[in-house]
């Protein structure tokens, strides 16, 4: 009898990388080949992709639909965090892939297979991502991953390599952009962009309209937010992928979220993206708005190096660790209040407050006015101004004291 082939679970998109590497296992491992596309909202035509692994050499073409469970339990948390990676990048790509290497494990428990497959690069942070978030669940699963140990070492050598083999891919040499979409994003690196001086062109925009291009009269939304979650949108509550779908395509109109960065890899080298993140952008603007009226200072201001913490765990690809968890729940915990509604303004490829409101308001126009006022006593300042102060006038008293003495001994030294 006929052994039984061992199995192999590819992360699959259907692009250039996961493309080539079904033919590339078959050719090299003695492996039966399942593809695992995880629809986290890239609007690909599922269908096409799953014929095309088949046709590539798959024995069988998992779909998981998680765009749901995207939003929800990876977006929503990162957003209230207020994670920013180096001050500009949304984290579109970075926390994806935790959930993507989630269903990856899932399935290979339900086929039984003992390996792993992805296209990320050596070069990239995705690899990092993805094979954390599977030791987290299954330290003893074998990870296959062609582009550290195949003789393929460029993006032309694997288009040759899958036109050798009659493999329909989505990039060419003159247009060789890798892009990453989601519900999220959409992230575009590689070609000209590698290097930093090259001016990038707005053609290879796919959510986003040109801010020149966009409409010459200022576009209003209202986002309402319940306890840190953005719920509604111009009075209308929605589910949090529609909300991020009708987000998106307001955003996209008005030029909003486009972002060209440099930054640092976790693997130590310098990249250049260039990242369109319309409803996303919005959602963070509108959400620290709200935090600015309902967060006191030293809550605020302890929340910001948590923010920066988390974007790095997240970006780093630390998603399911004990620190991660820690941290959540302290972000739960400040966003109790933040519930109301924020007003923007968006023109051309700005975003700006219009207008924030909440029943958790710490801000007391009886306390804030410049007017004449029966709460606040300005006479008070005085004696507040006299004690933090305190240190400086001893401080300076000191001096003073220090240089009179060393004024007596110099004076004496003269006589």
């Not at 798959?58 to 749901?68: G, N, Q, R, S, W």
């Not at 990870?143 to 040759?160: L, Q």
């Not at 020149?212 to 306890?227: H, L, Q, R, S």
């Amino acid at each position: 009898m006929k052994a039984l082939k061992e199995k192999v679970v590819l992360a699959y998109s259907g692009g250039l990388d996961t493309s080539v590497i079904i033919p590339w296992l078959k050719e090299n491992y003695d492996l039966e080949v399942i593809a695992c596309c995880v629809d986290v909202g890239q609007g690909d035509d599922i269908g096409a992709i799953k014929e095309k692994a088949i046709k590539s050499g798959a024995t069988k073409v998992y779909v998981e639909d998680v765009k749901k469970e995207f939003v929800e339990d990876y977006i929503f948390p990162t957003l209230k965090a207020g994670a920013v990676y180096e001050g500009k990048y949304l984290l579109g790509t970075s926390f994806a892939r935790p959930l993507i290497a989630k269903k990856l494990v899932e399935v290979a428990e339900k086929e039984g297979a003992n390996c792993i497959a992805h296209g990320c690069t050596g070069k990239g942070n995705d690899q990092v991502r993805f094979e954390l978030s599977i030791k987290s669940m299954r330290p003893d699963i074998k990870i296959i991953a062609p582009w550290r140990i195949w003789n393929i070492k460029s993006r032309e050598d694997a288009i040759d390599y899958a036109k050798k083999r009659g493999i329909p891919i989505p990039v060419t040499k003159e247009k060789p952009y890798s892009m990453d979409r989601n519900l999220w994003h959409l992230s575009h690196e590689g070609g000209d962009l590698e290097d930093p001086w090259n001016e990038h062109s707005s053609e290879m925009y796919k959510m986003t309209t040109p801010p020149e291009k966009a409409p010459d009269k200022p576009t209003y939304v209202e986002i309402g937010f319940k306890k840190g979650i953005p719920v509604s949108l111009n009075g209308t509550y929605y589910d949090g992928v529609t909300l991020l779908e009708k987000l998106n395509k307001i955003g996209g109109e008005n030029g909003i979220g486009i972002v060209d960065m440099v930054e640092n890899r976790l693997v130590g080298m310098k990249s250049r993206g260039v990242y369109e993140t319309p409803g996303g952008t919005l959602l963070y603007v509108a959400h620290k708005e709200l935090e600015y009226l309902t967060l006191d200072r030293n809550t605020m201001q302890f929340k910001e190096m948590v923010a920066q913490k988390y974007s790095q765990l997240v970006y780093d690809g630390l998603w399911f660790t004990p620190l991660k968890e820690a941290l959540d729940a302290f972000v739960d915990s400040t966003q109790e209040c933040v519930t109301g509604t924020v007003r923007l303004k968006l023109y051309k490829g700005s975003c700006t407050n219009a207008g924030t409101k909440s029943p958790y308001s710490l801000y007391n126009q009886d306390y804030a006015t410049f007017g004449e006022d029966d709460v606040y006593n300005q006479q008070d300042a005085q004696g507040f101004i006299n004690l933090f102060g305190l240190p400086l006038t001893v401080r300076a008293l000191m001096k003073k004291k220090n240089l009179e003495e060393m004024f007596e001994v110099s004076s004496r030294k003269a006589i």
